[in-house]
């Protein structure tokens, strides 16, 4: 978006004029639950929104996750400031049934373009990540034995769409590396028995139309509390019907959460791009 056209949003109050399209339909991804652009529980190296190297975008999202025993909602949004620097907020609510407790956590995240495009360079965009994430009902991750009610994961992300790879069909994939010591993303507080490491995260997507695409994620995560933390895993369609919109659901299998196993159920994502 440039200034003149910046000015008209603020200023003429021109709706058809604010929204940014500098790229291909699908192609930023959606809203991960920690705030960044990308799949859903794997940041991606692309900035969320459709900003190109003139343009600003911003988005917002809300996203719902429910398992046998626990629910997820989170809420945030993101700002791409001219396709090399992403800027986002979450806050999750966490609710654990068999304590009739919620934990609350807010996610202030950063993301920088460090190389290349994600269509169009012959390697990989790669990106720097960084989430900072501040734990605000911290009394059960110190009795579980946490260290700390706040950390900063930090996470070097690489992509690529291959037009036509697979069958004619678009194919994008994606390896994040996340160093981090929080538990349970952060809910269950930061460090315990281990030091922080890096841990892989993985994803890859079909896209069968310009509309639609499903996919897989892999997350692998710490167990510093002893409590048998299990990698996540998840099975996604997501709907892109134009650059305003996107709507995602998807089957997850987080297996043990908190030392209660059998964590299977379901996601979903609305997210709005301007």
Not at 151 to 168: C, E, N, P, R, V
Request: net charge neutral; aromatic share 12%; with cysteine.
């Amino acid at each position: 978006m440039t200034i003149k056209r910046f000015l008209s949003c603020v200023f003429l109050i021109l709706p058809t004029l604010c929204f940014a399209d500098g790229k291909i339909l699908a192609t930023p991804g959606v809203s991960q639950i920690e705030g960044s652009g990308g799949g859903g529980i794997v940041p991606w190296a692309q900035l969320a929104g459709y900003a190109s190297e003139d343009e600003i975008a911003a988005s917002a999202f809300c996203s719902v996750a429910n398992v046998k025993n626990f629910s997820l909602n989170v809420c945030g949004a993101q700002a791409n400031l001219y396709d090399r620097v992403e800027l986002s907020i979450a806050q999750q609510q966490f609710d654990v049934d068999p304590l009739n407790v919620t934990l609350k956590q807010d996610i202030y995240g950063a993301k920088f373009r460090l190389y290349g495009d994600l269509i169009y360079s012959n390697w990989p965009q790669f990106s720097l990540g960084l989430q900072h994430k501040r734990l605000k009902t911290a009394d059960i991750a110190f009795a579980l034995g946490a260290k700390e009610k706040q950390g900063t994961d930090i996470y070097l992300a690489a992509s690529k769409l291959h037009l036509g790879a697979i069958a004619g069909y678009n194919f994008l994939w994606n390896a994040t590396f996340r160093y981090t010591q929080a538990n349970e993303m952060g809910l269950l507080g930061f460090g315990g028995k281990n030091s922080a490491a890096i841990f892989p995260e993985l994803s890859a997507a079909i896209l069968l139309s310009k509309h639609i695409a499903i996919g897989i994620e892999y997350r692998k995560k710490p167990d510093n509390l002893g409590l048998n933390e299990s990698h996540w895993r998840d099975m996604f369609i997501a709907w892109f019907p134009n650059k305003h919109i996107n709507l995602t659901a998807a089957y997850l299998d987080l297996d043990t959460i908190a030392g209660i196993g059998n964590q299977q159920g379901f996601y979903f994502s609305l997210s709005g791009q301007f």
